[in-house]
């Protein structure tokens, strides 16, 4: 960490001429030395610090990894205990109790079955246009390949399918829900996390998700569904159990008691986890994915909820789409990605190291596929800005994929004959009669549909050139695919290109080893895709039990746990999980699941922010009013007026309570002044809930001059025990009651219990780790509000 | 108590010693004997029509031949003894079943049922239509290319309509996507016709594709250029640093304030 130190500092003296700043690592000192940052504003006025802030000219490239955005906001987890919520409770007495826990029950079922709905509406979809899309491109392949010079109508035809509903798709994500981009993991992640990441739960959202996954897999771009089905279980986890929709202007009036940051986040995580169990059939799985990504906040009774939520999703599912594919009862349809059953293959102990080192190899194929994506993620965001730019370069990609397949069939004459294996679309391409092009049969379908046939046809019907060539192009293909501004996960993608080159490593052993019996080509497709995927996105304990179920095969768990394990470590080697590599680039605060090693050396005092917004017990309106717009902040310690008045006397005041903006805004806007006292209506924890989640902001609450003149006695509202640490409390020890509370402000305190800081997810989240080949560090990360 | 467990023991090892030999009647030996050769018949006609396959054509006597002696000794009983599940079905091997199994599901996995009527759900030797018109338009088909060279070039020029009659044939009463639906002696033959017929006709499949291999030429600059472009032309952005301000810095201005006063 220290010899770092000393080769960054002279980077960034070299950097600063040019006007741009490196995240610097972490001295363990105070940090600024530079005089010109301590601006001549001598006045110790506190809200004049903001003003300060914002003077200051520092700036730097767009798309790094060590800048936290600033206008990520928490959620507020914990709950307020202020004196309208003792009363509501003691009004409520135990009939509630048991009212609100059968309802959370009920919710969690109706989560179950919308979001299989939901799944079963996209698939059928898919499905229906793809059977339309692919069955006419293979005709019209056959027609006019004997014609001679004609082959570019049907690939002009291929391309123009491709681009209308990725130009359909891309539209809507880029105009009406850019956060509808991707797979949605990252996203879901970080809420899970605790990070309010806009308009990620909304209903438009959803719509266009759902819209979007279906333009897009049909536009034949190399992406899956089963990323954003997660993300749209949790959208409708958390519409479901608020019982009103900003986005449709419509409120049911039911679940009232629900609305809040906590509750929802509950139920979200089982949205989450029937997300998962609708997209690959494994209820199992879906639970392990909510507690390896939320798992911060669980709890026993929740995890069982959430495990009631994924098996009725996956039950809900089976029945719709065991009726669509006209066996209704036969139940034999558990989720969206069908791998299909493996017949029984067994393993032997010398097999091992050979998927040790698959497992090694996808975690280096995994690296570098990530590190791709970062590059072409990082060319993105500084370049690809505007709308239109991006819609583009969804068709482009849309329109290149067309080109790679249709080159692809065009010149690897990989021919087989029908009827020995299952092809849905067989083309002839310059086949002879009765047989049909292999790689034309992979692309003409769904990259799902592909997967499967890599992991279940038998051992001679795909050649290596073929396989090797796809390999190739598709990774690249994949890998370029995902970032772009259209809704398409990349677990298919991935596993298509494991399964691929696991079938490839089958078929060099069978040349090594022809007489053994073990080689099963379908094994090592599946060990090759798990060690892919391990290698791209990280995830351990779901990953291993979600490929258990989707195939059906728990007996081969060791193979597979070890396959992940060596993927993630060879690639955690070079770099991060792409998900994680994203979240960085967004700059959201996530907090790791533990606080950066060795910084038990840094106190509360260095990591808080330090002039501190208070407010009194009893506060002039007009003084609120601008402090929220002037401020960003969205809690405030209320404070015991200090004892001295003077303007160059540091003071603090003693701690009272801690008061959200939201609520602030709420008691502006129903006016609970003092002088207004009688005519307020009758005051309950309601009056806070009903706007919830959307708050107004400070600039829609009128408030007049003479109000502003008035008085607010802040202390039936604000929480009266927060939780508060000393100021020499270490960052290790802040970090955990923070991650494990799931806190928004934690106000630090001196000796006489005055407030002298305060420190919020973002100054916790800017201490980080980095680990790169071997060696490891500590980052300051830098903070800006423009990215 | 012991000595009542000892007597129901003699009691039953009595019974044991007791019971006859199973020895199956006239009757019964009499059709486990049609069995026999029915099977050994259709086993010895399957094996000498496997390639090429022409199982169904030729073999459609023997199995239903099978057919007939398995019904009668399924049917046939002695008072209430039935003779298949008395005498022949009683041990663990289960001879006759496996070997009935064997020849009833190779039947079936051919499909063979579908080359043949079947009135009233029984299977008849009747070829059906279907079969019938197909054997015609491929005996057509033999007829053309028949005494032909197979390297002149005129063959596939004239045999042409012939073939392709046979094929539209062919697929019309097959559906190609996920299962066969008809028999494997149609299937077999077929396979055959167009192996030949690729192997000495399908070169005129491919011709120049000069538009095609341009545009995607053209499809793949475009990108190029697309990627080029939006470098160049859109301007960098340079997002400022937002200092957060520290308890440090804070000590450090107060105190360079208190020097400066």
């Known amino acids: 960490m220290i010899q770092n130190g000393e080769e960054e500092k002279v980077d960034v003296e070299a950097e600063q001429s040019e006007n741009h700043v490196r995240p610097t690592p972490f001295r363990n000192l105070p940090s600024i030395q530079d005089e010109s940052i301590n601006t001549l504003n001598e006045d110790s006025d506190l809200t004049s610090s903001y003003k300060r802030r914002s003077s200051i000219k520092e700036s730097f490239e767009p798309g790094s990894l060590n800048v936290l955005s600033a206008k990520y906001e928490s959620l507020d987890y914990d709950i307020c205990e202020n004196h309208l919520m003792l009363d509501e409770e003691r009004k409520k007495g135990y009939r509630y109790v048991v009212h609100k826990n059968v309802a959370r029950w009920f919710t969690f079922l109706l989560i179950g079955i919308c979001t299989a709905l939901v799944a079963c509406i996209i698939d059928i979809s898919i499905e229906e246009l793809s059977y339309i899309k692919y069955g006419t491109l293979s005709r019209y392949v056959d027609k006019y390949i004997t014609q001679g010079n004609k082959l570019y109508i049907p690939y002009f035809l291929y391309v123009l399918f491709n681009i209308i509903p990725v130009a359909i798709g891309a539209t809507l994500v880029a105009y009406v829900e850019p956060i509808a981009a991707g797979s949605g993991i990252p996203q879901v992640k970080c809420y899970l996390n605790g990070v309010k990441v806009p308009n990620v739960v909304r209903f438009k959202t959803l719509v266009v998700k759902s819209i979007g996954v279906v333009c897009s897999v049909v536009g034949g771009l190399a992406g899956g569904k089963e990323g954003p089905m997660i993300h749209s279980g949790a959208v409708v986890a958390a519409g479901i159990s608020q019982g009103k929709s900003t986005s449709c202007r419509k409120d049911f009036n039911v679940f009232r008691y629900f609305r809040e940051d906590h509750e929802k986040r509950d139920f979200v995580s089982g949205g989450a986890a029937a997300g998962v169990s609708a997209a690959f059939g494994a209820p199992v799985g879906g639970v392990l994915f909510s507690l390896e990504e939320g798992t911060s906040f669980w709890n026993q009774s929740l995890t069982w909820k959430t495990f009631f939520a994924s098996v009725i999703s996956t039950f809900t599912l089976n029945v719709v789409l065991s009726t669509y594919h006209g066996v209704p009862g036969d139940l034999s349809y558990p989720g969206l990605l069908n791998l299909g059953q493996f017949e029984r293959f067994s393993y032997e102990v010398y097999e091992l190291p050979i998927f040790v080192l698959m497992g090694l190899f996808g975690g280096i194929l995994g690296s570098f596929w990530n590190h791709i994506n970062y590059k072409l993620t990082v060319f993105r965001i500084r370049y690809l800005r505007k709308r239109w730019v991006k819609v583009l370069e969804a068709c482009i990609v849309a329109a290149v994929s067309a080109t790679v397949g249709f080159l692809m069939m065009f010149s690897i004459n990989d021919c087989k004959p029908l009827g020995q294996d299952p092809t849905k679309y067989p083309t002839q391409m310059y086949c002879g009669d009765g047989e049909y092009n292999v790689l034309a049969s992979i692309w003409f379908q769904t990259p799902e549909a592909s997967v499967r046939s890599l992991f279940h046809d038998p051992r001679n019907t795909h050649n290596a050139l073929s396989l090797a060539v796809f390999v190739f192009f598709y990774f690249f293909l994949a890998t370029w695919t995902f970032g772009l501004s259209t809704s398409n996960g990349l677990f298919i993608p991935t596993l298509l290109t494991g399964a691929a080159w696991g079938r490839l490593v089958s078929v060099a052993l069978f040349y090594l080893f022809p007489d053994s019996k073990l080689i099963h080509p379908g094994k090592y497709a599946l060990i090759g895709a798990a060690a892919q995927l391990g290698g791209v996105v990280r995830m351990t304990i779901s990953l291993t039990v979600i490929i258990m179920e989707t195939t059906g095969n728990i007996s081969f768990a060791l193979p597979l746990i070890v396959t992940l394990i060596a993927a993630k470590w060879t690639g955690d080697f070079f770099n991060e999980g792409i998900y994680d590599i994203h979240i960085q680039l967004s700059g959201i605060p996530l907090l790791p699941w533990e606080p950066p090693p060795l910084t038990s050396n840094i106190y509360a005092s260095e990591v808080m922010s330090h002039p501190v917004v208070t407010l009194k017990t009893v506060e002039n309106v007009g003084h609120i009013v601008e402090l929220l717009r002037l401020t960003s902040y969205n809690g405030f310690p209320v404070v015991d007026p200090p004892i001295t008045d003077q303007r160059h006397v540091t003071t603090y005041g003693r701690i009272r309570g801690l008061i959200l903006r939201s609520q602030l805004i709420v008691i502006l806007k129903k006016k609970l002044f003092n002088e207004t006292a009688e005519w307020w209506d009758t005051l309950s924890a309601s009056i806070f809930r009903d706007e919830y989640p959307r708050y107004p902001t400070i600039d829609e609450i009128s408030i007049t001059e003479d109000e502003k003149t008035y008085s607010v006695d802040l202390r039936p509202f604000m929480n009266s025990s927060p939780y508060t640490v000393l100021h020499n409390t270490s960052l290790p020890r802040m970090f955990r009651l923070f991650r494990g509370l799931g806190l928004r402000h934690l106000p630090i305190v001196n000796d006489t219990n005055e407030v002298i800081g305060m420190v919020t997810r973002k100054d916790l989240a800017r201490y980080r780790v980095w680990v790169h080949r071997g060696r490891m560090g500590l980052d300051e990360l830098l903070m800006s509000k423009e990215i | ?261």
């Open chain 2, 1 to 261: 108590m012991l000595l009542f467990v000892l007597l129901g023991l003699t009691t039953s090892i009595v019974d044991c010693l007791d019971m006859k030999p199973v020895e199956p009647n006239a009757n019964c030996s009499k059709s486990l004997d049609n069995l026999a050769n029915a099977l050994a018949n259709f086993t010895l006609c399957s094996v000498k029509n496997s390639k090429p396959i022409k199982l169904c054509e030729k073999c459609v006597h023997s199995y239903l031949e099978i057919l007939e002696s398995y019904e009668d000794i399924v049917k046939l009983a002695d008072g209430d003894h039935k003779c298949i599940s008395n005498y022949v079905n009683l041990d663990r091997l289960q001879i006759v079943d496996t070997f009935y199994r064997n020849s009833y599901n190779l039947w079936n996995q051919a499909k063979c049922y579908e080359c043949f009527q079947s009135i009233n759900g029984n299977l008849t030797a009747n070829l059906s239509l279907e079969t019938v018109h197909f054997n015609e338009l491929s005996d057509d088909f033999k007829r053309c290319i028949g005494g032909k060279d197979v390297n002149e070039t005129n063959m596939c020029n004239i045999c042409m309509d012939v073939y392709t009659n046979l094929d539209s044939f062919y697929k019309s009463i097959s559906n190609e996507n996920e299962k066969i639906g008809v028999c494997m002696d149609i299937v077999d033959m077929m396979n055959q016709t167009r192996g030949f017929w690729s192997k000495n006709c399908c070169k005129y499949r491919h011709h120049v594709e000069f538009i095609f291999v341009f545009s995607t030429a053209a499809m793949i600059f475009t990108m190029i250029i697309f990627y080029v472009l939006t470098k160049i032309c859109t301007d960098k952005r340079m997002p400022t640093v937002f200092k957060q301000t520290r308890f440090a810095n804070y000590l450090q201005s107060s105190s360079s304030l208190s020097t400066r006063r």
